[in-house]
């Protein structure tokens, strides 16, 4: 458990050394913003005529939203998040800002794929970047509903206000490394919010068990049967969160490292889904 916990920590910190990389080395030397609260510490540096910088702001405004997950979500979970934000927010302000290439669309691609990287390193390790996600995750537990609107409403305010202010050619390119972004994630780690598990496991009661202890969801069984063995099992259906997947992988390699398990997008739930 502590090796899996320095595990963990490391990746984070990876993930937030990529994430200042990225910013400082292609996003900010050439005016390209970033997703999510990242980008709008960016564009109030840039709106402030870099009277504060982008490392000290996306700190600031984390603090509020650290409080709320520690209330709402849970200690484990905000607390990893809000080490991979204090982190990039380190590497940010020690880290030069270098301009490698004056080629604006390299630098959108390149800053957002290496951003990309370090988030979905962080979010498969059961982390966050902090930010929207925490935002997402109490938003999911008031409210059962698909919350992409409000990843895409403030990513709308940063690429329009940036259109507004500094070019709409900037703007345009910040779609650019929005769309890598997104891309590289999904193929790390599934950018969905809620996912389900079809495990087939010859030992369902343990795992069951297991999941009810850690996780709080609700399970539906199917008798399977396997076609070339004859082996009776059962198959275990559960719709988590993608924040859960890293806890359900450690149960399964816990429990049964031999389960055959498929996890698939859930683009929309009805009926009773524990929030708590």
Request: aromatic content about 10%.
């Amino acid at each position: 458990m502590v090796l899996i916990e320095a595990k963990k920590i490391f990746v984070v910190l990876i993930g937030a050394l990529l994430g200042a990389i990225s910013m400082n080395f292609f996003l900010i030397p050439a005016n390209i913003y970033a997703s999510g609260f990242t980008g709008v510490a960016q564009l109030l540096s840039s709106i402030l005529g870099g009277h504060a910088s982008t490392g000290v702001l996306l700190f600031l405004l984390n603090i509020p939203v650290t409080i709320l997950g520690w209330r709402e979500v849970g200690k484990s979970f905000t607390l990893y998040s809000f080490i991979s934000v204090f982190a990039m927010s380190f590497f940010l302000e020690i880290i030069p800002i270098k301009h490698f290439s004056e080629d604006i669309l390299l630098n959108a691609v390149f800053g957002g794929v290496i951003a990309a990287v370090g988030v979905g390193m962080t979010l498969k390790w059961g982390a966050s970047t902090g930010g929207m996600d925490i935002i997402t995750m109490v938003l999911s537990r008031m409210k059962d509903k698909p919350i992409g609107t409000y990843f895409f409403t403030l990513n709308s305010i940063i690429i329009i206000t940036a259109g507004a202010l500094y070019g709409w050619e900037k703007a345009l390119y910040t779609i650019v490394t929005l769309y890598a972004s997104t891309r590289v994630i999904d193929a790390i780690h599934t950018r969905h919010v809620k996912v389900t598990a079809m495990i087939i496991t010859n030992k369902s009661e343990e795992m069951k068990k297991m999941i009810h202890e850690r996780l709080i969801r609700g399970i539906t069984t199917v008798p399977a049967k396997g076609a070339f063995s004859n082996e009776s099992k059962e198959m275990m259906i559960v719709v988590i969160t993608r924040y859960e997947l890293f806890e359900l992988e450690r149960i399964i390699k816990e429990i049964d490292p031999h389960a055959f398990t498929n996890i698939v997008q859930t683009v929309g739930i009805f009926g009773s889904f524990r929030k708590d």
